[in-house]
């Protein structure tokens, strides 16, 4: 046995989470599509508002989590001279008291956050998204008590059960909106019940509160007390915002493209919030479930190296956590470009769904396809900053490509118009990524000394290649059995399995002729997990 096997088989085991956790969230979305109606007002004001705590969260602490708590909490921990619990505890306390206070403020300040994210609206649409965001706005508090719970978890080397906590929430919310089409619940807002605007709104609600309390209670199982303190001072507070400072203007700069992309999009017709917001959860499925996976085992390694300063070793597992994601990846992106809109027609295209918003839903997806390696290639590289203790200069490349992003799609709003402009705003997306790839490229080489470049270059050359002619196979399959078998659900499942099997078999065919040796590696590492 390896001395990365321990490793390998909690990666596998937070990929089946994620893997779990993710599926279930498509659930949730097809159900919601399903019972509010793609293509409607009714869905887009729900999104819109659903969408909003989740932003205001990683304006305010979401960013800091990962890059700050954990590394505070392991500290405190490792130190003989802190009461790691009471440290903790007292931690908890000023994000329940801070993130409380931001619940009360926004949820007065709900009509003006649906104005600025969502300027298009209609007045009813607007009306019913302030209401739901006055709802929804608890989430915030939801949120950053179980994203520190499960930074307590992490501490404790408890990685895997903070994965599956989302699960709770998409099986409520997929309940939810269940319910709301048995007691008949419509897509047309103008026919929308108090009731059932309850239901919705209590039930989405419940949904992150459930993810909250399972991480409650795991934490309780691992011995940590959950107990508020009314004084939380004594954790170096402005020692935590210092630390925080370059992390949070990273998620600002994020929170500024989301902004602008949801003006955007909220002027590009009936439907265009929903069809954007469920292209991207669909377009991050990929990255969360392959990516994350594939550099669980390559990362601890990094940060060794990191630690003892060896460059060497740091580029030799940068290249190779790069080179087995992206011939993951690109079949997976190949699918995306090639199939989107059959895919998102058999997800969407039900119950009050309107066939062409699925349709469009797709061919955003596609789009985001072409973003999908530089996308995931971007964010490993930012990684190694982090292994490096450096978090200034990923803030500043994140606020960089945020910037970029958002000059492409203003520029887009002036040739684009109606749903083009969606497609179009994804579009700009990958193209913003694929600027930061490059710039990111460059930083780390002058950092490391080199980045294994003429390989990356061979390997992706050479898998690119394996996935033009996958996604050609595939396209010409899809042309094939379209006339003959329609685009009904029946028969788009049917194309995409022809579709997917051709393509697989010629990506993998072209792969061994050409001798990438990363797909052998990759499926060793898989089955040696």
Not at 37 to 63: F, K, Q
Not at 202 to 219: K, R
Request: proline share 4%; hydrophobic share 55%; aromatic share 6%.
């Amino acid at each position: 046995m390896t001395a990365d096997a321990p490793l390998m088989r909690a990666g596998r085991a937070m990929a089946i989470a994620t893997m779990v956790s993710r599926v279930t969230g498509f659930v949730r979305t097809m159900v919601l599509v399903a019972a509010l109606g793609m293509g409607t007002r009714l869905l887009d004001a729900y999104t819109a508002a659903n969408v909003t705590p989740n932003a205001i969260y990683e304006l305010v602490m979401g960013g800091a989590v990962a890059g700050v708590v954990v590394p505070l909490l392991v500290r405190a921990a490792a130190n003989d001279g802190v009461d790691a619990d009471l440290f903790a505890q007292r931690l908890l306390s000023l994000v329940v008291y801070g993130l409380g206070l931001v619940v009360v403020v926004t949820v007065i300040a709900a009509p003006l956050i649906v104005q600025v994210y969502v300027p298009g609206f209609t007045p009813p649409e607007r009306h019913l998204a302030i209401v739901f965001t006055r709802f929804f706005m608890p989430q915030i508090l939801f949120y950053g008590v179980g994203a520190t719970l499960a930074a307590v978890l992490n501490a404790r080397s408890r990685f895997v059960a903070p994965m599956w906590a989302p699960v709770a929430n998409n099986l409520i919310v997929t309940a939810t909106a269940l319910v709301f089409l048995t007691i008949g619940g419509t897509g047309h807002l103008e026919r929308l019940t108090t009731g059932q605007m309850l239901l919705l709104s209590i039930g989405t609600s419940g949904g992150v509160a459930a993810q909250m309390a399972v991480l409650a209670v795991t934490s309780r199982q691992a011995g940590f007390r959950l107990r508020l303190h009314a004084d939380p001072r004594g954790i170096a507070v402005r020692g935590i915002a210092a630390m925080a400072g370059w992390t949070i203007a990273s998620v600002a700069a994020a929170q500024v493209v989301f902004i602008v992309s949801a003006r955007l999009a909220s002027q590009a017709g009936q439907g265009a919030i929903a069809v954007y917001s469920n292209a991207y959860t669909l377009f991050q499925l990929p990255y969360a479930v392959i990516a994350v996976t594939v550099i669980t085992g390559v990362l601890p390694r990094m940060s060794r190296a990191a630690a003892d300063r060896d460059l060497a070793g740091i580029t030799a597992d940068l290249s190779r956590s790069l080179r087995l994601t992206s011939v993951a990846m690109a079949p997976v992106a190949a699918a995306l470009i090639v199939l989107g809109p059959l895919l998102t027609g058999v997800l969407f295209d039900h119950g009050n769904a309107a066939p062409a918003a699925a349709h469009l839903t797709g061919s955003v997806l596609a789009a985001y396809g072409l973003a999908l390696i530089p996308f995931a290639g971007y964010q490993i590289m930012l990684r190694v900053f982090y292994a490096l203790g450096d978090t200034r200069t990923p803030a500043l490349v994140s606020a960089a490509v945020s910037a970029a992003t958002i000059a492409a799609g203003l520029t887009a709003a002036h040739f684009f118009h109606g749903p083009d402009l969606v497609i179009a705003l994804a579009g700009c997306t990958g193209l913003a990524y694929a600027l930061g790839l490059a710039a990111t490229a460059q930083l780390l080489r002058r950092r490391l000394g080199r980045v294994d470049g003429h390989r990356l270059l061979k390997t992706h050359t050479r898998t690119l290649t394996a996935a033009a002619i996958a996604a050609a196979g595939a396209a010409l399959i899809t042309q094939a059995l379209g006339p003959a078998l329609g685009t009904g659900t029946i028969g788009a499942l049917a194309i995409i399995s022809a579709a997917a099997a051709i393509g697989a078999g010629l990506y993998a065919l072209t792969a061994h002729l050409l001798r990438i040796g990363e797909l052998k590696e990759l499926a060793s590492m898989i089955r040696s997990a």
